[in-house]
């Protein structure tokens, strides 16, 4: 039997592919082995498919738990991305040699967390890539030994030069496996125990893949591997049997696992997110690779002028100055710094510190732009339709196709118009994706400046989006099944709040099977609920519902009536619920009746508000209610008109009173002024109650009361405080017992105003401010 | 220059001071030179950043920090851009731009002072006006710029805070540096720079907005930012060699300091200056003193100073919370409180700082 060719090569170095491919065509193989999870073979043909765009990963997952997964993941220039389309594009047998992940995803060790951490741990290539990250023991870092032991700083800097910027094909190969033999000598048990134990199963099952294919009778086998694992494929380090590797993989547990291609980008690809067998700079590789494919023919030079003008253009988008002198003087610097590290061509590090120094004149903030930008890149790969795909992201994609919403990784922003049927769908489709937890699309909160038909979503498809379509996939086929049933699961659990919220949102959504249940659950739940402030927080987005629902199309007749059933409850628990609280829980009570009171304005509905308004005189009435609850009320009274300026006064008046505690007074005062002081300013009335009060406090009482007061006035607008302030500072003896009248009409003659005909516009100008005829005639009266 | 005076300089220019070491790598440089460099850029870097070598020769290192960025500078020099140094008061910049002038083109005497007041007579040439009014105008009347000479004989200038320096006389750069001449219209003729020629500009950030450089004079240099040391030992390393350095050069008749007097004289200035502890657990406040590596030094020297002419020649806290306070206190208001708060949450909370809090209060 013929040996096999082993290649050890770097993952995702564009080096190691060229030379890759070079040494390729020229062993011209009749059967290729990959080092990746033999569950994919049958998705290899996919790999030369027009519609797969790396970077891509393939994806191995349980299906019963979604979450347990592994990646591999393959950019344009990873070596054996190359491979593989190198034999599919030939008709080769091409297959991958690793140890399955039915025997790696099956270990209940392993920490069922999100999928990052699972990258780690289940794909953390222990092989030739770990270095450079401060978290991996140096134990770990082999090409950082025979970097060190060759003068360079770091392995990876040493790889580059050494590997990546060669262009000799198979003898290069020869030398690697050497070197990778030496240093598996030198240092035999570089990791722990299971670690190594799963090293050298991950070795039998490639070399018992290796043999197989021998025993088909293939004569030129290539075999292409991280390069740490060369030796071992060799049998450098000496003779392994075949009964020795039956023995490491006899009787290993197994678990069902299923494999698809999904997209990948750059971003995850880099090392900074965590991913153990990545690249810093995909970008700058891809550069690499794009420039000179598979042949060396441009000229060295030619890589960094690119890409200097690369970062230049990219300077210039974002208003940043750049010239093409920038881009001259930027070259010259990367050349004169590799020549002066004695490297043949600027490396990518040189690169970085020319457009520091030239470009960015020293600062950091550009350079951070340049290399998220440009090294590290945006790129998202796209896989064909054909993949495998889990049954809800099968509907998924066909919604995306048919709602034409590209996805892509960056954000974007979409302005839904809700008017009109496309708009709608797209609403609903991300809406749905919110409730399985597929986080596509951000809602922003555009306020009601553009009115309640519209809707602002930023998106933006981060890859690990394929792995929650793949866990949501449990709760149904397709989107708005899966959807509905996730929410119904909720709502069975769900307290009343939430309750409210989910109604909001499944409405959104458009999910009628789901509203009724939802409902149900809600009114069984109000019924038994006791705490009123619950029901206070559930009713302001049920009202959000009823009063803008028409506009998604959406039936509410069934809200309506919860509401109505909330309202009641509402106002009959209102004044037992306000008594005998403490000043937080009247501050949290002050606020949730403010809400509930500008929920049921929006509704107007008659009855509604009536009970309310009765409710809230009751609160504002009763003795022995915390200040600020029913100085609230009173003014929230006041502002729907319900009552009238004398009886406000007397309320103040009342509150104000020296006989009641200051603090307390402090408290009502805080409530009735909450947020506007405008009243002040209009009722001169009000406003000497006010000033009574202030002048018969004792200088300690005062000083006691001054923090609440503060507080108060410090909510109102600038232009309150300035009218109020000057206000304070006229001498108010004209004014006081007198009234405002001959204060006014004093005014008027020194101001020389013609007041009849001043006069003569006031009715229309009331008619616009909806005033009854009868407060006209008083106005006009004063 | 002779034995005897140089024995009498306060200070000798880097050239003269290190003028074996120079000598040891010219003979051992066996990488090209540009025109005029009196050493390879490969050397240049040995000799700022210090190494042994093949002879055995041990070169000290004047620059002790980012290795990177010194190859930038160099590299720099080696293009014809002219290098702007720029960074916090006291991180070296003259220092590094003083050194590269001594190795590249073995003199570091070619300085402009950049002032308020400089003219633009001292970036371009004066007259001597007697010679000017007896015989007429001739180059033999012209009184060069240090710039100038260093266009003619193709080494290197140096300018010394380049911001400070008002910007319609920053301009006059421009041309020297992108066309590589100066033009005397008075004879009609012009001074060409020779090959070998460039600048080294300093600046420091927090002068940052004086005299900002124009865009067309900002685009004839490359920036390199030099930053604070980035480790406490790096940093404590710095402080040590220069104090003995000083300390030698001064006669100072005390013994240089404990590492371990150093080392926290420079845990205080780095706390003040990042605003929280060594160990990361204590916010402190920030005091408005720049607090750089240079006053750190100088600091450790006047408690040298101290010890040796009115102590026992063993430099304790007392000779050191005075010079600390004069560092840290540059606003008597707000500083003060800085210190202070300082002082009682931290300094004193420390075991076996007892001695430099009393110290410290002793001095009020």
């Not at chain 1, 990963?57 to 220039?77: G, H, I, M």
């Not at chain 2, 950030?205 to 005299?211: C, H």
């Amino acid at each position: 039997m013929a040996d096999p060719a082993v290649f050890g090569i770097r993952h995702h170095g564009p080096g190691s592919a060229r030379s890759l491919l070079r040494a390729l065509r020229a062993l011209e193989p009749d059967c290729v082995l990959v080092e990746g999870p033999p569950e994919a073979d049958g998705l290899l043909p996919l790999a030369v498919s027009a519609d797969m765009q790396p970077p891509v990963a393939l994806l191995v997952y349980r299906p019963d738990a979604p979450s347990r997964c592994a990646f591999y993941p393959f950019a344009e220039f990873s070596p054996e991305w190359q491979a593989i389309r190198f034999a599919v594009e030939r008709d080769l047998p091409v297959r991958f040699m690793d140890l399955p992940q039915a025997h790696q995803l099956v270990d209940p060790e392993l920490p069922e967390t999100d999928p990052d951490d699972d990258e780690v741990a289940v794909d953390g290539d222990a092989d030739a890539d770990a270095d450079s990250d401060g978290d991996v023991p140096s134990h770990l870092d082999p090409l950082g030994w025979l970097g060190r032991a060759a003068g360079y700083a770091d392995g990876e800097s040493w790889w580059e030069h050494m590997v990546e910027h060669r262009l000799d094909g198979a003898s290069l190969f020869a030398a690697i496996e050497e070197a990778m033999a030496a240093l598996r000598q030198e240092f035999p048990k570089p990791l722990g125990e299971s670690e190594t134990q799963r090293e050298s199963r991950r070795e039998a099952y490639m070399r018992r893949t290796i043999r197989s294919a021998q025993k088909e009778g293939f004569e030129r086998i290539a075999v292409v591997c991280g390069a740490w694992h060369a030796p071992a494929l060799t049998q450098r380090l000496g003779k392994i049997t075949i009964k020795d590797d039956d023995a490491l993989l006899k009787g290993l547990p197994k678990a069902k696992v299923e494999a698809t291609w999904v997209p990948w980008t750059y971003g995850r690809l880099a090392q900074s997110s965590g991913y153990g067998a990545g690249v810093p700079s995909p970008g700058w590789y891809d550069h690499l690779w794009t420039l000179r494919p598979d042949d060396g023919d441009t000229a060295p030079s030619d890589v960094s002028i690119r890409w200097l003008t690369k970062v230049a253009r990219l300077l210039r988008d974002e208003d940043l100055d750049c010239s093409s002198a920038h881009v001259i003087e930027a070259v010259r610097l990367a050349e004169s710094l590799a020549a002066l590290r004695q490297r043949p061509l600027p490396s990518l590090v040189e690169l970085e510190e020319a457009s520091l120094t030239v470009m960015c004149f020293g600062e950091q903030a550009p350079l951070d732009l340049i290399r998220e930008r440009l090294a590290v890149g945006e790129r998202l790969g796209a896989v064909p339709a054909e993949a495998p795909t889990v049954p809800l992201q099968r509907d998924l994609t066909k919604l995306q196709r048919s709602l034409r919403m590209k996805v892509r990784a960056d954000q974007s922003t979409l302005d839904l118009d809700l008017r009109k049927p496309m708009g709608l769908d797209r609403s609903h489709l991300l809406h749905r994706l919110r409730l399985l937890a597929v986080p596509w699309g951000k809602l922003q909160d555009v306020g009601r400046k553009k009115g309640t038909f519209h809707e602002v979503w930023t998106l933006a498809w981060e890859p690990e989006l394929a792995v929650q379509v793949i866990e949501a996939a449990i709760w149904g086929n397709t989107v708005e099944q899966a959807a509905a049933r996730r929410v119904v699961h909720r709502a069975e659990q769900a307290a009343l709040p939430e309750l409210s919220r989910l109604v909001d949102q499944v409405l959104l959504a458009a999910l009628p099977e789901a509203v009724d249940k939802v409902m149900e659950c809600l009114d069984s739940e109000a019924a038994r609920a006791t705490d009123v402030s619950q029901l206070m927080e559930a009713l302001p987005p049920l009202a959000n519902v009823v009063r803008y629902g028409n506009v998604r199309q959406t039936d509410t007749a069934m809200v309506e009536q919860v509401v109505d059933g909330l309202v009641a409850r509402v106002a009959i628990g209102l004044a037992p619920a306000c008594s005998s609280l403490d000043d937080d829980a009247a501050a949290r009570m002050t606020a949730l009746v403010s809400s509930v009171d500008g929920a049921l304005r929006l509704l107007e509905v008659e009855e509604q508000l009536d009970s309310w308004q009765r409710a809230l005189g009751q609160v504002a009435a009763a003795e022995s209610i915390h200040g600020q609850v029913s100085g609230r009320c009173c003014r929230l009274l006041l502002d729907a008109g319900a009552l009238n300026d004398d009886e406000i006064e007397r309320r103040m008046g009342l509150a104000l009173s020296v006989a009641n505690e200051p603090l307390a007074a402090a408290a009502w005062l805080e409530g009735f002024l909450a947020g506007s002081g405008m009243v002040l300013l209009h009722d001169d009335r009000l406003w000497e109650v006010l000033d009574r009060w202030v002048a018969s406090l004792g200088e300690s009482v005062f000083v006691q009361v001054l923090p609440l007061i503060r507080r108060t006035f410090s909510q109102f607008s600038n232009g309150e405080r300035r009218q109020m302030g000057r206000r304070a500072k006229t001498p108010t003896t004209g004014r006081r017992g007198a009234g405002s009248g001959a204060a006014g009409d004093a005014a008027t003659e020194h101001t020389g105003l013609d007041i009849e005909r001043g006069e003569k516009v006031l009715p229309q100008v009331l008619r616009y401010l909806g005033l009854d005829a009868e407060t006209i005639r008083q106005a006009s009266a004063k | 220059m002779s034995e005897d005076t140089s024995q009498d300089l306060l200070r000798l220019h880097a050239e003269d001071l290190f003028a074996e070491e120079l000598e040891h790598l010219q003979k051992h440089d066996d990488h090209p030179r540009p025109k005029n460099w009196h050493l390879s850029p490969w050397a240049v870097s040995q000799y700022v950043l210090g190494g042994t070598l093949d002879s055995g020769f041990e070169i000290t290192p004047k620059y002790i920090g980012n290795r990177r960025l010194v190859e930038i500078a160099i590299s720099t020099l080696a293009t014809d851009r002219a290098l702007l140094l720029y960074g916090v008061p006291g991180t070296a910049k003259s220092w590094l731009a003083e050194h590269l002038a001594a190795a590249i083109s073995g003199c570091s005497t070619l300085l402009i002072q950049g002032t308020a007041g400089t003219s633009e007579e001292q970036i371009r040439y004066g007259w001597n006006y007697a010679q000017l009014l007896a015989h007429g105008p001739s180059r033999d009347a012209l009184v060069p710029s240090p710039l100038m000479t260093a266009m003619d004989s193709g080494q290197l200038a140096r300018i010394e805070e380049l911001t400070r320096i008002p910007a319609d006389v920053q301009d006059t750069l421009i041309t020297i540096l992108s066309e590589k001449t100066l033009p005397i219209p008075e004879l009609g003729t012009e001074q060409q720079a020779s090959r070998g020629f460039n600048v080294i500009a300093t600046a420091n950030n927090r002068d940052k907005g004086v005299n900002e450089l124009s865009s067309a004079l900002k685009r004839r240099f490359n920036t390199v930012v030099l930053p604070l040391p980035s480790t406490l030992d790096q940093e404590v390393t710095i402080v040590e060699k220069r104090v003995r350095e000083i300390g030698r050069a001064l006669e100072l008749p005390a013994e240089p300091p404990a590492q371990a007097e150093i080392r926290r004289v420079v845990t205080i200035f780095r706390e003040l200056r990042e605003g929280k502890t060594e160990d990361g657990k204590t916010k402190v406040k920030t005091p408005t003193s720049t607090l750089s590596t240079a006053e750190a030094i100088s600091v450790m020297n006047s408690g040298l100073a101290l010890a040796g002419h009115f102590g026992d020649g063993q430099v304790k806290a007392l000779d050191l919370a005075g010079g600390l306070v004069g560092a840290i206190v540059k606003d008597p208001v707000q500083d003060r409180v800085v210190l202070d708060e300082y002082l009682e949450t931290v300094v004193k909370e420390r075991k076996d700082w007892k001695d430099l809090y009393r110290a410290f209060r002793e001095v009020g």
